[in-house]
């Protein structure tokens, strides 16, 4: 079944709209070109190739790693749902590590966690251990003294990802003037990663700042990350090294506007750091499954895990040009895969959600074979991309008529302000990328069920076989997650949507998009005329 079709004179409108806007984008290009004095990236980088240490059989952490696992256990996993405990991990991990860390994030942010998480990497740098990180550089610009001063510390190694030519500015006005190379700048590397010692590892959907840590206040977002001991640690690693080695990885002494004179970077780091807090977890803290924290189970030899069959999904570093914007990732097909083989239930949580003709099949033969389906994403008044929004509510209706049950956030308010379209509380905002079928198997990683994710981003994940940790995680996607959630269906006698939620015992029905008025939707209509789905 297909979205109804647009009018011939809709089809006008929108690719006479499309005709414009890449008008203009030709015209900010030769623009930008201009502007930038054609910048372009070095050639003939030097990258020193090196791989994850392997000789850490007697550090503290594989000792630990190995007491958790249990006799003929190959991988084994914990669940990270809440903010603090997910960066409780991190620290914890990074000041037990002796010998090694290997970080790649997309965003490491210039806010308390970021410096927070930086200095742990320095003092682990200072006791000897070997820190390679690998950020995205879209975030990465300007000259805040962070990246460049921690690089310019002993022990450690920086590269960024796919560079923007132009160094100085925000996000914005880089790409803006990098439009000449738009094809390349498109390109992101969307992977979240943390090993240590080549015996722990973290991965899943949260980026480094406040905002992915419960630290934000009013704002910030709901996420899900997993600890993971074992073979999939080393296999996590091989995924980082083919990364770190590759040919988009640039050192971030050979990129004009990111040097800066050792001593000075340094200084600069120092005092960025200086009466920075340590971060401590609040005694006795315990997740939403009743867990302590990871550093204190460390520090007790024993850190609680669940045995898994783990399957590593990651995209290559560098995808074959001919593929390149056209066929999904090794992420997105794994993903794919996994809801087709379902039999009695779906849940898929992402809070970009855009789906695409195999996507939309993969949920009719769940379906047809007898699953129930369900979808969580944001609602337009808690997603902080309303324009990705806007791809997905021309689906919605087709997902409806495949008996797809959709949810959507709510915002942390008054019922009336979903109504009303005023005031906000404490804003959650959706970013778990997850998908749970038949409370056996589940996905968790760092890729939405998107356009971007499908063909423009690398996306890291893991899908794993183990009914104790599906079962935990689909209860609490229904327990914690779905009760704060629009319901959206069609009105009775197949009307137009409805938003349903439950509030103080009662029942209510909401009649168009919660929290918006007409003028944002017609805004936002617009914008996504001429905005391709696949940027999305």
Known sequence: MTTKPLSPFCMACRRAARQCCGAILALAALLASLLAGCAVLPHDVLRTASQARTDVEQSTLARVATASLAAGQSSALRLLPAGDQAFDARIALARSAEISIDAQYYVI??????????????????????????????????????????????????????????????????????????????????????????????????NIADAYFGRSEPSHFIDMDVLVAGAAVRELSAAFDAFWNGPNAYPVESIAGARADPAVARARFGALMSGLARFVLPEGARDSLGRSGIGSQLAQGHVELQPAGVRVVADPAEWPEAAAGRSEGAVMNANLELLRTARSEVLVVSPYFVPMARMIDAFRHASSGGAQVSVMTNSLATTDE??????????RSALLN??????????????????TGSGHGSLGRLHAKLAVVDRRWF????????????????????????????????????????????????????????????????????NREPDSNWAQRLRWSVLSLVVDEDYL
């Open 109 to 206: 942010a210039n806010d308390l966690s970021g410096r927070q998480f930086l200095r742990e990497l320095h003092d682990a740098a200072a006791r000897g251990v070997r820190v390679r990180l690998l950020v995205d550089d879209l975030y990465a610009g300007g000259d805040d003294g962070l990246l460049d001063g921690l690089a310019a510390h002993r022990n450690v190694e920086l590269r960024l990802f796919n560079p923007l030519p132009v160094r100085t500015g925000g996000p914005f006005a880089r790409v803006l003037l990098s439009l000449h190379q738009l094809e390349r700048v498109n390109r992101r590397m969307h992977n979240k990663l943390f090993v240590a010692d080549n015996s722990f590892a973290i991965c899943g959907g949260r």
């Open 386 to 395: 309303p324009l990705v929004h806007h791809g997905y509510m021309r689906h």
């Open 402 to 419: 495949l008996g797809v049950s959709l949810y959507e956030l709510m915002p942390a308010s008054e019922s009336r302000s979903a109504e």
């Open 443 to 510: 996905y968790v990683g760092s890729m939405n069920m998107d356009r971007r994710s499908a063909h423009c981003n690398t996306e890291l994940g893991l899908v794993v076989d183990s009914p104790a940790l599906a079962g935990e995680l689909a209860d609490l996607i229904r327990r914690e997650r779905m009760p704060n959630s629009f319901s959206v269906d069609r009105a009775p006698g197949g009307g137009p949507l409805q938003w349903t939620y439950a509030r103080d015992g009662r029942q209510w029905t909401l």
